[in-house]
């Protein structure tokens, strides 16, 4: 049974706000104060580019992202991948805190320069890759600004996704008709903008395979092959967007996205090929 909120005059942290039991195992790291709070140094592997990430929607883009790059011949974008338990609390290690202070995964160090770089936020790093290595968005400046449209795009509204949507609906230890329902209206409009895009484009940005798609397809295309939130793409009438539904299958099904989306989860580490070879080679013989 729900009570009415009476807020304080000034907030202060309260045992209740950690959540239920089903989701008090990540939701009671959060804290109002931002900082490392253990030491931890990252582990660094023997390729350039070292990621640090969860398989979480915004922790798969950069994967994605580089075994796209690395199927179409891209050498340069091999990478090592390391996975950051944000269930227990990685992220807030100092060596984690050092190269994102805000905590959050995804985060790449590209060691290729001197001094070591920096990227932190998944829109960013895909941007950085992109731009880094020539691929998946075009240097025509009309396709390139409509790929950032969306790009940008997806960044505002994922977080109504996940944080929002994704949280009332799967993981809240109460449901909630207030909150769904908002955050349903918003992700629905959401959809019906991709529905109305994708009517009219093959891909989310135009005719090519961009960074925009990748953006979009690990919050919305998950949901809608069900792949993420149990019960979400019933509820929301997946079916019924025709457009988006094509185009989540048609990425479902590139070489670069299967092998992405595993990283992180099935191996829990990447550091060459053969470790998703492995994976995908015991997913066949079963």
């Given at each position: ?38 030491e931890k140094a990252l582990p660094v ?17 950069v994967n994605i992202l580089l075994e796209e ?218």
């Amino acid at each position: 049974m729900s009570f009415p909120y009476y807020p304080p005059k000034v907030w202060t942290v309260e045992e209740d706000t950690k959540g239920g039991a089903a989701v008090s195992s990540i939701f009671s790291l959060n804290r109002p104060e931002a900082g490392a709070r253990f030491e931890k140094a990252l582990p660094v592997g023997k390729h350039p580019l070292q990621v640090y990430a969860f398989a979480s929607p915004a922790g798969q883009k950069v994967n994605i992202l580089l075994e796209e790059l690395l199927d179409a011949g891209v050498t340069d974008a091999e990478y090592d991948a390391h996975f950051i338990d944000i269930i227990k609390g990685d992220q807030f290690g100092s060596g984690f805190t050092e190269v994102n202070p805000n905590s959050k995964i995804p985060c790449l160090v590209d060691r290729s320069v001197d001094p070591p770089l920096r990227v932190f936020e998944s829109g960013h790093i895909l941007l950085y890759l992109a731009e880094k290595f020539g691929k998946f968005l075009s240097s025509d400046p009309s396709k390139r600004t409509e790929t950032l449209n969306w790009l940008f795009w997806s960044h505002g509204t994922a977080p109504l996704v996940g944080g929002a949507f994704g949280h009332f609906f799967f993981y809240a230890p109460e449901k909630l008709s207030y909150p769904i329902n908002r955050y349903t209206m918003e992700v629905k409009r959401q959809l019906s903008v991709l529905e109305n895009q994708l009517k009219l484009n093959k891909f989310v940005a135009g005719d090519e395979f961009s960074i925009a798609d990748i953006s979009c397809w690990t919050y919305y295309g998950r949901i809608f092959l069900k792949d993420m939130y149990t019960g979400a793409a019933e509820f929301l009438d997946a079916e019924s967007y025709t457009n988006v539904m094509r185009w989540a299958k048609s990425i479902e099904c590139r070489k670069g996205v299967v092998r992405g989306r595993i990283v992180n989860k099935r191996p829990l580490n990447r550091h060459c090929a053969a470790d998703i070879d492995e994976v995908l080679a015991k997913d066949s013989d079963s």
